[in-house]
């Protein structure tokens, strides 16, 4: 008798009401879900987003400084005497952004806002930044160690291809007063507490600075925290706000 | 739990379609705007200075 029950039974959809198992389960499968989605977006997402949105207030900050110097040129430095001292801004206030940074090697529209010191949320976070300077180090054409942080990867993926640069390539350091080109030099891979790399001459305590120099660091290898990844360059020319290098002429202004 | 979920949203199946979509997009919304910038502001810095 049993048996003829059971194909009656099996008849229609089976109608299970909520299990523990059930629940469990599910909820299980929501969490990876969110895990993943979480993955996605901070890997990815995020960056990309970010990303746009730096680049964007990077062109606005630095078409905005151009226009400026072509409605009142300022004057060439004089090239006849070989050694002229580029100027020098004034200290900026903690947060402002005092300079435009590009990067040819890093993509043909990288640029980024410089913002006065490297907290985490108000520059190297920030959706209008990416890249601080610290606070404590020179500033653009100025004798010492102009010291720039940012993002590896993740928020921005800033310098996510910094560890690509080759010997000889330009920085060009853009600020109200003209372009500050310096030219890449050497990498240093060091502990994140060697702060001997934002010396004036960089890793000498002894020295007394004559060169101008530029560092970059950021966070070695992608996706982690555990190394920081130090690129050097030296200070090379100056050239007065209007006269656009002609490396980035074509990326100036764009992605705005 | 899910099929619950499905059981006790009214109208025909698009209906249901629909607002189980609706529901999507605000709670990925919520998470793209709040959770997830939150939860990677727990995991610790993954900064690229240098300092003591």
Same mark, same amino acid.
């Given at each position: 008798m049993a048996s003829e029950e059971t194909p009656a039974r099996r008849r229609g959809r089976p109608r299970r009401g909520l299990t523990v198992v059930g629940v469990l389960g599910e909820l299980l499968i929501t969490a990876g879900v969110l895990v993943l989605l979480f993955l996605g977006w901070q890997v990815w997402w995020n960056s990309l987003v970010l990303a746009g949105q730096q680049t964007s207030a990077a062109a606005q900050q630095s078409q905005k400084w151009v226009n400026d110097a072509m409605k009142a040129p300022k004057p060439a430095p004089? *090239?006849?005497?070989?050694q002229v001292a580029p100027p020098v801004l004034a200290k900026p206030a $903690?947060?402002?952004?005092f300079a435009v940074l590009y990067v040819p090697r890093l993509g043909a529209d990288w640029k980024r806002v410089i913002r006065q010191?490297?907290? *985490? @949320?108000?520059? /190297? #976070? =920030?959706y209008t930044a990416g890249v601080g300077h610290y606070i404590d180090t020179q500033l653009p054409g100025q004798v010492g160690n102009f010291a720039v942080a940012g993002h590896? =990867?993740?928020?921005? #993926?800033?310098?996510? @291809? /910094? =560890?690509k640069l080759r010997i000889g390539d330009r920085f060009y350091v853009q600020t109200q007063d003209g372009w500050y080109t310096y030219t890449f030099r050497n990498f240093e891979y060091v502990q994140? =507490?060697? &702060?001997? &790399? /934002?010396l004036p001459v960089p890793r000498q305590p002894a020295e007394t600075p004559v060169e101008r120099f530029m560092t970059i660091t950021t966070c070695n290898p992608p996706f982690h925290a555990g190394e920081r990844l130090i690129a050097y360059s030296v200070f090379q020319a100056f050239a007065p706000p209007?006269?656009? $290098?002609s490396e980035i002429a074509a990326a100036v202004g764009q992605g705005g | 739990m899910y099929a619950a979920l499905w059981r006790v949203l009214p109208g025909p199946w698009w209906v249901r379609l629909l607002i189980v979509l609706a529901i999507l997009v605000v709670v990925l919304f919520a998470l793209v705007t709040w959770v997830f910038p939150w939860v990677d502001s727990l995991l610790g810095p993954q900064e690229g200075t240098v300092g003591p």
């Amino acid at each position: 008798m049993a048996s003829e029950e059971t194909p009656a039974r099996r008849r229609g959809r089976p109608r299970r009401g909520l299990t523990v198992v059930g629940v469990l389960g599910e909820l299980l499968i929501t969490a990876g879900v969110l895990v993943l989605l979480f993955l996605g977006w901070q890997v990815w997402w995020n960056s990309l987003v970010l990303a746009g949105q730096q680049t964007s207030a990077a062109a606005q900050q630095s078409q905005k400084w151009v226009n400026d110097a072509m409605k009142a040129p300022k004057p060439a430095p004089d *090239t006849a005497t070989a050694q002229v001292a580029p100027p020098v801004l004034a200290k900026p206030a $903690p947060y402002q952004p005092f300079a435009v940074l590009y990067v040819p090697r890093l993509g043909a529209d990288w640029k980024r806002v410089i913002r006065q010191t490297v907290d *985490t @949320d108000r520059v /190297l #976070n =920030s959706y209008t930044a990416g890249v601080g300077h610290y606070i404590d180090t020179q500033l653009p054409g100025q004798v010492g160690n102009f010291a720039v942080a940012g993002h590896d =990867s993740g928020w921005g #993926n800033t310098f996510i @291809d /910094l =560890s690509k640069l080759r010997i000889g390539d330009r920085f060009y350091v853009q600020t109200q007063d003209g372009w500050y080109t310096y030219t890449f030099r050497n990498f240093e891979y060091v502990q994140p =507490s060697a &702060v001997g &790399v /934002l010396l004036p001459v960089p890793r000498q305590p002894a020295e007394t600075p004559v060169e101008r120099f530029m560092t970059i660091t950021t966070c070695n290898p992608p996706f982690h925290a555990g190394e920081r990844l130090i690129a050097y360059s030296v200070f090379q020319a100056f050239a007065p706000p209007q006269d656009v $290098p002609s490396e980035i002429a074509a990326a100036v202004g764009q992605g705005g | 739990m899910y099929a619950a979920l499905w059981r006790v949203l009214p109208g025909p199946w698009w209906v249901r379609l629909l607002i189980v979509l609706a529901i999507l997009v605000v709670v990925l919304f919520a998470l793209v705007t709040w959770v997830f910038p939150w939860v990677d502001s727990l995991l610790g810095p993954q900064e690229g200075t240098v300092g003591p």
